[in-house]
């Protein structure tokens, strides 16, 4: 699935009305030299199209579990060994919840447990649902097991409320992934 040398980048994209942005993360990234495999769950779909990814990472998007692989093999278990970082932009509280419960019911949900590169959340959703128990547990839940964050920032959000939700800034994102890369904290690390 890689050629060989340029670091490989899993990309989940979840349904947040910041998705869009997901296009910009991936077009950087791709000029950043990096392979981009892009994962995008059925309530991204909602918001971005499988074509935009496609056509920003030259590549496949994956929106299924059920996708047939090549010869047979597990897309998500081939996604999860080759990636060197597993990147969730924009990650909304529903997958956060899912994936600090362990469920692999969508292909998003299989890489992030059955990966062991590090993986980075950016969250992006209402401040009320950023600050909830439920999504501080869940938080809390994935960073004790290794989970790296960036943001969310403080602004002025799609719903118009002022406060902590935003998609942290792509220079942020990338300065991260590229901490993540350079510090080879790359594969197999995580438990
Ligand atoms: C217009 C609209 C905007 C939404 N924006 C967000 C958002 O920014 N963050 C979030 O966590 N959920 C948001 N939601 C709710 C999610 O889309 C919903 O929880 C969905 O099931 C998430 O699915 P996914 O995590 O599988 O992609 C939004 C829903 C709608 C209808």
């Known amino acids: 699935m890689a050629e060989k040398g340029n ?3 899993v990309l989940g ?3 947040s009305i910041a998705a869009f942005r997901a296009a910009d993360l991936a077009s950087a990234m791709v000029q950043e030299g990096w392979e981009v495999h892009a994962i995008l769950t059925p309530d991204g779909a909602r918001f971005i199209t499988p074509l935009t990814l496609a056509a920003l990472t030259h590549r496949p998007v994956h929106t299924s579990l059920w996708e047939e692989g090549e010869g047979g093999r597990m897309t998500h278990l081939d996604l999860a060994g080759a990636a ?3 990147v969730v932009a924009p990650a909304s509280a529903d997958c956060l919840a899912r994936a600090a ?3 692999a019911g969508d292909v998003l949900g299989a890489v992030l447990l059955a990966t062991r590169a590090p993986i980075l959340f950016v969250p992006a959703m209402n401040s009320h ?3 909830h128990p439920a999504t501080q547990a869940n938080v809390e839940i994935l960073k004790s097991r290794g989970a790296r964050w960036v943001g969310p920032s403080e602004g002025r959000l799609a719903c118009g409320v002022e406060g ?3 998609m ?3 220079p942020e994102v990338l300065k991260t992934l590229s901490g993540l890369l350079k510090k080879g904290q790359s594969r197999r690390k995580q438990p």
Do not use: F
């Open 13 to 15: 994209v979840t349904g």
């Open 164 to 166: 902590p939700g935003r």
């Open 168 to 170: 942290a800034s792509i």
């Open 129 to 131: 649902m950023w600050q």
């Open 101 to 103: 419960h362990g469920m």
């Open 7 to 9: 670091p490989r980048i």
């Open 84 to 86: 060197d970082v597993v």
